[in-house]
């Protein structure tokens, strides 16, 4: 797997661009802490982890040969990402008091990181993305194609936790920051709220073939 610099550099591109994970990860930092976004994270990565096993089975393919089946996967999507802006919209403080002892193994530390794993399971651009990227790296003469398919998916979801976390670190920075500066807080909580909002009528766009 020679080309793995350049599969590498392709999943630094892709994991730049703004999406959902990215705004719930800054969104979950501010509101929650450091503690509760990295507990997303997890969630995050058991998501990417099944979108790899998915590609492997090629469920993209019969996403295309079953529209009604995408277009349920991705109505649930765009509903649930529209339905996280909303509550945005409707709480009271994008950034409530937090206690930094607060423990992460708790009923709130686990719907946050089944939210993660809802927000990116449920988005089916993740898979079509693995269905695209990852065969395109697998060589028959270079070995056993499920061993580099495997090898492939593990560097996909351990990059995309590094991301994660840079962006879960990040958001926790930015509620320390908020919580100093009052009249900031509800254009964040409203500008976060529309971009999910945004990110699932996007969604509802969206076609199998893309």
Known sequence: MSDIPIFIGALLVAYTVPGPDMIFLLQTGAVHGRRRALAATVGLGCARACHVAFAGIGLAALFRNAPWLFATVRFIGAAYLIWLGIG??????????????EPV??????????????????????????????????????GPILAQFA??????????FLFDATFALWGAALGTWLERRPAMQSGQRYGFAA????????????????
């Open 88 to 101: 945005l919209f409707r709480a009271g403080s994008l950034v409530p008091k937090r206690d930094p002892t």
């Open 105 to 142: 193994n708790d009923r709130r530390g686990a719907r946050v990181v089944m939210r993660g794993f809802l927000t990116n399971l449920l988005n089916p651009k993740p898979l079509i993305f693995c269905s695209v990227l990852l065969p395109q790296f697998v060589h028959p003469g270079s």
């Open 151 to 160: 090898a492939l998916g593990v560097t996909l979801v351990v990059v995309g």
């Open 195 to 210: 971009v999910l909002i945004g990110f699932g009528a996007d969604l509802l766009a969206m076609r199998a073939t893309h």
